[in-house]
Structure formats: C-alpha cells, structure tokens
C-alpha cells in the first residue's frame, strides 16, 4: 500500500521571516493527520530556519528542497551540491520541474545527472514530468511524458526507482488555473506507472508513488486522490497559506 504524500512547493516566494511563520503554522495545523506524507519545499534561503523548524519530535514533516546541481563539489558558482542539502536535513528535492525546464533549459540528460547525484547523496528525487498544451492538443502527450521517464530515469536501479517520487504536472496546468480532470491525471500517471513497469519491474512500478501537480486545490483534492493511480499532490500556490495546504493534505479527514 503506497502512503499518499502532499509536497509543497514554494517557489521563489517567502522570505525567512514569512517561511518560519508559514512552516510552523503548517506544523501546527497538522498535528494529528497522519494519513498522508507532508513534504515542503521551501526556496534555499530558508532552508535552514525550516529545518530547524521540522526538527521538532512533535513535527511529522519531511524538508524538501527544489533544485540541486549534479556535483558534489567545484567551482560551480551560484550552484547547490545535494552534499549541502543533506547536511541541512533535505530528505526530497524536486528534479525537473517544467520551470526549469522552460526557463533554465534543463534537459532530460541534466535531469538525469541531477536525480542520480541526488539518489547517491541519500536525497529522493521528486521527478516532474509533464507535456505543453501544444503537445497535448498533438496528442502527443504520451509520446512526451514516455521519453521524458525513459530518459530522466536512465541508468537508475529498480531498487532506487521504488523509493522516489514521481511527479505528473501538466505544463498547461501549472499556475494557470486550468487543471487536468482527474480521468485526464488517471490517464497519464496510469501511462507512467506502466512505463515504469517496462523499464524496471512490476514490484518498483508498484511501489513508486505518483503525484498529480497543477493547479492543485483543496476544492479538487478528494477527486483526484479517488482514482487508483494517484498517490499525492505537488502542490504550487495552494501550498502557500496554511489553511489551504492543510486542507489538501486532509483530503479524506471526515
């Protein structure tokens, strides 16, 4: 039985200050759902006032982080090594992510390098993956997403594949409101799980968790965690006030 898991990612949003505050009050509005798997993501500045934070024994939240480079080490200006996360307490760090993608130009080699560097550090790779509305309306959105798993998840054991987490997120659906129905989300995480299936074994297939990313909101959460193949939410601006948050990862808390 996988254990459904909520991520927040925050983005570039949140200073210190505003961080502590909403990572508490999360904390605090939590305690006593134990149903799903916190995880919060705040940007890299705030990472050790969080820490801090999470390392409470009353808190059950996981630190993640949103990026990482793929050496340990260098004359790497501006980069981040997965070595300085794991000495903050970063358990997860999302790769991949659209955002980078578009913005930054990752392809799927450097995402690749990046999962496995983190996976070597000890850190579980969250890994995005997710087709433009040009592709969609091309119907090429499992051609897409089918490379994009074949190739970020190359050279990557199925023992390794088993304890991450992969994230579907709909370039379309990320910060625009729009958000695939949950039998659109159904379709494609069902389309990777099988992916995973032909590539590393029904066993890691069954037990790597799936997140749907996009426009996530606490109005839409219980619908898409019905369906079988979903097993969490990343969650970008939802994850942002307290409240809100609290109220996806509570999804089935009646």
């Not at 070595?83 to 995402?111: A, N, P, W």
């Not at 790597?208 to 909101?217: A, D, E, Q």
């Amino acid at each position: 039985m996988r254990r459904p898991m909520m991520a927040g990612n925050w983005k570039m949003y949140k200073d210190t200050s505003q961080a502590s505050h909403l990572a508490k009050r999360i904390s605090e509005l939590t305690k006593g759902l134990s149903e799903a798997e916190v995880v919060i993501c705040p940007p890299f500045t705030a990472l050790k006032t969080v820490s801090d934070i999470l390392s409470a024994p009353s808190v059950k939240i996981s630190l993640g982080a949103q990026n990482a480079y793929f050496e340990e080490e260098g004359a790497f200006t501006g980069e981040i090594s997965p070595l300085m996360l794991k000495d903050l307490g970063v358990k997860y760090c999302i790769v991949g992510h659209s955002e980078r993608r578009q913005f930054f130009g990752e392809t799927d080699e450097i995402v690749n390098k990046k999962a496995k560097a983190l996976l070597k550090a000890g850190i579980l790779p969250i890994f995005c993956v997710g087709e433009s509305e040009e592709q969609r309306k091309a119907n090429l959105t499992d051609k897409v997403i089918s490379e994009q798993v074949k190739r970020g998840l190359e050279g990557i054991s199925p023992d390794e594949i088993g304890m991450m987490v992969i994230a579907y997120e709909p370039i379309w659906a990320i910060g625009t409101g729009l958000t695939a129905t949950s039998d659109q989300a159904e379709a494609a995480i069902k389309m990777i799980r099988g992916e995973v299936e032909a590539a590393f074994g029904k066993e890691s297939s069954e037990a790597v968790r799936i997140l749907y990313g996009g426009s996530v909101k606490p109005e839409n959460i219980a619908e898409l965690m019905a369906k079988d193949n979903i097993d969490g939410a990343l969650v970008g601006g939802a994850s942002l006030k307290a409240e809100s948050f609290t109220s996806i990862i509570a999804f089935d808390e009646d």
